[in-house]
């Protein structure tokens, strides 16, 4: 069962485009992750997100925890080729063992 | 350090084979995970180890063993492959505590059954 819905599920945009990506779920969790896979390689983590309404910035990324803790979203300003890649959301159910739920993952393609 | 290492790159199987996937990390890490990836489903979890000598089962076991005999190293095996097993298998690792809870990936392997 998927509980983590990104869209869109693929974005090719120019090149100083803005944009957003969405993560959304019916399921409460403790934190919210995302990453960025480029091909051939392992996701590597951009950003953790714990409290409900948290914003953060990471230079031209901003990424947002909803209030309830059930969505997130990703806002990309002017983004460049090298933006280029696989963007998942992961949330965190909590306890022992924290295990991540993935979601479906959006795949952008920066063009020049 | 290598950070999290996975053998082989690449895999060719033939249905009924059997094969071990093996994941190194130099981290000191308790917890070590086995996804895999498939278009459009982002990662899902095959198995897990929360430490040395101890494994449980995640969203997707079934054709599927795992053993962490020691700390540093978590070994995915197939039985019998199937080709619904093709797929990009990804090993992570992390810490233990905190919320902050970064996995760290692996390269992958590409596997492929025929």
């Known amino acids: 069962t998927q509980l983590l819905e990104q869209s869109p599920q693929f974005l090719s945009i120019q090149e100083g485009e803005n944009l957003t990506v969405y993560c959304n779920s019916s399921?409460?969790?403790?934190?919210l992750q995302w990453y960025r896979q480029e091909p051939g390689e392992g996701p590597v983590l951009l950003v953790t997100v714990v409290t409900g309404g948290e914003v953060k910035k990471l230079k031209r990324l901003t990424f947002q925890f909803g209030d309830a803790r059930k969505d997130s979203s990703l806002h990309i300003t002017a983004a460049q080729p090298g933006d280029t890649g696989l963007y998942l959301c992961a949330g965190a159910r909590g306890g022992a063992t924290n295990k991540l739920i993935f979601g479906t993952g959006t795949l952008l393609a920066v063009q020049p | 350090n290598a950070g999290v290492t996975q053998t082989p790159k690449f895999r060719v199987l033939k249905t009924g084979q059997s094969m071990t996937l093996l994941c190194a990390q130099d981290m000191n890490h308790e917890y070590m995970y086995w996804y895999r990836q498939d278009p459009g489903m982002g990662l899902r979890l095959i198995h897990y180890?929360?430490?040395?000598?101890?494994?449980a089962k995640g969203e997707v076991p079934d054709g599927y063993n795992v053993s962490r005999l020691k700390k540093q190293n978590f070994l995915l095996g197939l039985e019998s492959a199937a080709p619904s097993q093709t797929s990009v298998y990804f090993c992570?690792?992390?810490?233990?505590?905190?919320?902050?809870?970064?996995?760290?990936f692996g390269p992958g392997t590409r596997l492929t059954v025929l």
């Open positions: 992570a690792s992390r810490t233990t505590g905190g919320i902050y809870n970064e996995q760290f």
């Open positions: 180890s929360v430490g040395e000598g101890t494994t």
């Open positions: 399921s409460v969790f403790s934190s």
